[in-house]
C-alpha cells in the first residue's frame, strides 16, 4: 500500500513538473516578441516625450557631493512643458551664499532661459536647460535613456551641485 502511494505520488509530481515546464519554441519566440514590441514602444514614447518638451521624471534617488546617496521616499519630480520648467526636488548641500527669509531651494516653477537638446547617441539622450529661481541662475544636465530612466544634474550659481536619478513617468 505504502509503495502504491509513493509510485502514484511520484507519477503526480512528474506528470506537474513536466507540464508546467514545457514552452514550445513558439510561444517562446512570441512571449520574446511582445518583449521586443513593448520595448520598442517604451522607446518610441520617450523619444516624443522629449521631442516634445513634454515630460515628466520621477526621482527615487539623491546624490550629493557630502553625503552620498540617499533614496527618496515623497514625489519629487522634474517637469518639463514646453518653455517652462517645474523643479520639484529636494535639496541638501552647502549654500555659498544666504538668502533672506525662508528659501525655496528647487522647488519652483520659472520659464526656461536656454534648452539644448543632442539627441539620442548611444542610446542616451542628453539635455541642457537652463532656468533662473527666484533666488538663483540654475543649469540643469538631463540623461535619459530610451527605456526612460533618467539622471540629472544640478549645479545652482549660488549653492553646491546635486544629482538625482529616476524614471521618466
Same mark, same amino acid.
Given at each position: #500500500?505504502?509503495?502504491?502511494?509513493?509510485?502514484?505520488?511520484?507519477?503526480?509530481?512528474?506528470?506537474?513538473?513536466?507540464?508546467?515546464?514545457? #514552452? !514550445?519554441?513558439?510561444?517562446? *519566440? %512570441?512571449?520574446?516578441?511582445?518583449? &521586443?514590441?513593448?520595448?520598442? &514602444?517604451?522607446?518610441?514614447?520617450?523619444?516624443?516625450?522629449?521631442?516634445?518638451?513634454? $515630460?515628466?521624471?520621477?526621482?527615487?534617488?539623491?546624490? !550629493?557631493?557630502? #553625503?552620498? =546617496?540617499?533614496?527618496? %521616499?515623497?514625489?519629487?519630480?522634474? *517637469?518639463?512643458?514646453?518653455?517652462?520648467?517645474? =523643479? $520639484?526636488?529636494?535639496?541638501?548641500?552647502?549654500?555659498? @551664499?544666504? !538668502?533672506?527669509?525662508?528659501? %525655496?531651494?528647487? +522647488?519652483?516653477?520659472?520659464?526656461?532661459?536656454?534648452?539644448?537638446?543632442?539627441?539620442?547617441?548611444?542610446?542616451?539622450?542628453?539635455?541642457?536647460?537652463?532656468?533662473? =529661481?527666484? &533666488? +538663483?541662475?540654475?543649469?540643469?544636465?538631463? @540623461?535619459? !535613456?530610451? +527605456?526612460?530612466?533618467?539622471?540629472? +544634474?544640478? %549645479?545652482?550659481?549660488?549653492? @553646491?551641485?546635486? =544629482?538625482?536619478?529616476?524614471? #521618466? &513617468?
Amino acid at each position: #500500500m505504502r509503495t502504491r502511494l509513493l509510485s502514484v505520488t511520484c507519477l503526480f509530481a512528474g506528470v506537474l513538473l513536466f507540464g508546467c515546464s514545457t #514552452m !514550445t519554441k513558439a510561444e517562446g *519566440e %512570441t512571449k520574446k516578441a511582445r518583449k &521586443e514590441a513593448k520595448k520598442a &514602444e517604451r522607446a518610441e514614447y520617450v523619444a516624443k516625450a522629449l521631442d516634445n518638451r513634454h $515630460y515628466k521624471i520621477g526621482i527615487d534617488l539623491m546624490i !550629493t557631493r557630502r #553625503m552620498g =546617496s540617499k533614496p527618496v %521616499t515623497s514625489d519629487w519630480e522634474l *517637469e518639463v512643458k514646453g518653455d517652462t520648467l517645474v =523643479s $520639484y526636488l529636494p535639496y541638501f548641500g552647502v549654500a555659498y @551664499e544666504a !538668502t533672506y527669509g525662508r528659501s %525655496t531651494g528647487l +522647488d519652483f516653477t520659472a520659464p526656461i532661459n536656454s534648452y539644448e537638446d543632442s539627441g539620442f547617441h548611444k542610446g542616451k539622450r542628453s539635455i541642457r536647460l537652463q532656468a533662473r =529661481s527666484d &533666488e +538663483d541662475l540654475i543649469d540643469y544636465y538631463i @540623461e535619459v !535613456t530610451s +527605456d526612460g530612466s533618467a539622471f540629472i +544634474d544640478v %549645479t545652482p550659481r549660488k549653492r @553646491e551641485g546635486i =544629482s538625482f536619478s529616476g524614471n #521618466m &513617468e
